[in-house]
């Protein structure tokens, strides 16, 4: 069977899983849904009722990191499960304390109890860290790393795009804008009609 990949377009999660099924060149069914609006074939599918969800013939993948190793797995044409040890360490601060900042600031209406400088303070940090580190890519080609942590810098960086942009993070800056005009962000963020039951998803890539 071809996989079934639930998937929101503007999800960093999903945006990674994508980047690496793209980079696989694995094709699977793309089914774009609404997070306000959740299909119950989705719900029926994904056991944390999150996306991005991938059902293979061999049982369902439900988080963003092992459905990117599953495709890289399969084929990894430009190499990207081939990185140092830190690379899991990036992208665990990035999943972890990053994502925990970058939640209290972009949404700081859903945590009136969290210190928003407090948390803009944390997620700079962690920007300067990384711009620090780059040297065009994080390990100085692309890996697994920069695909899976570039969606969550896209996001925190259109929070206020002028404010970003003013930051002392030159290489950083660089490193999103190359991806944000790359063939490959492009490919991944083409817009579907969301899936209704009883139709096919989408081929993708």
């Keep these: 069977m071809t996989a079934v990949l639930w998937s929101f377009r503007r999800c960093p999660y999903a ?49 963003s990191l092992d459905i990117m190793r599953w495709a890289l797995e399969q084929h990894d044409p430009q190499g990207w499960l081939d990185m140092p040890a830190a690379g899991h360490d990036w992208i665990a601060r990035c999943d972890g304390p990053f994502k925990h900042a970058l939640d209290r600031v972009k949404y700081a209406s859903r945590y009136p109890e969290a210190d928003t400088r407090a948390q803009l303070a944390a997620a700079c940090a962690f920007c300067a860290d990384l711009d620090a580190q780059l040297d065009g890519w994080i390990f100085g080609r692309p890996t697994l790393a920069d695909m899976a942590l570039l969606p969550f810098l896209r996001q925190f960086a259109i ?14 800056q660089d490193w999103l804008g190359r991806f944000l005009a790359s063939a490959e962000f492009g490919a991944i963020m083409g817009k579907y009609p969301l899936w209704q039951p009883g139709q096919s998803g989408a081929v993708f890539p």
């Design 159 to 172: 929070i206020d795009k002028p404010w970003f942009d003013a930051q002392p993070w030159p290489r950083l």
């Design 15 to 63: 945006m990674r899983a994508r980047l690496a099924i793209a980079a696989s060149e694995t094709t699977v069914e793309l089914r774009e849904i609404a997070l306000r609006a959740k299909p119950e074939a989705f719900l029926a599918a994904s056991p944390s009722g999150t996306v991005p969800c991938l059902v293979t013939a061999n049982g369902v993948i439900d988080e």
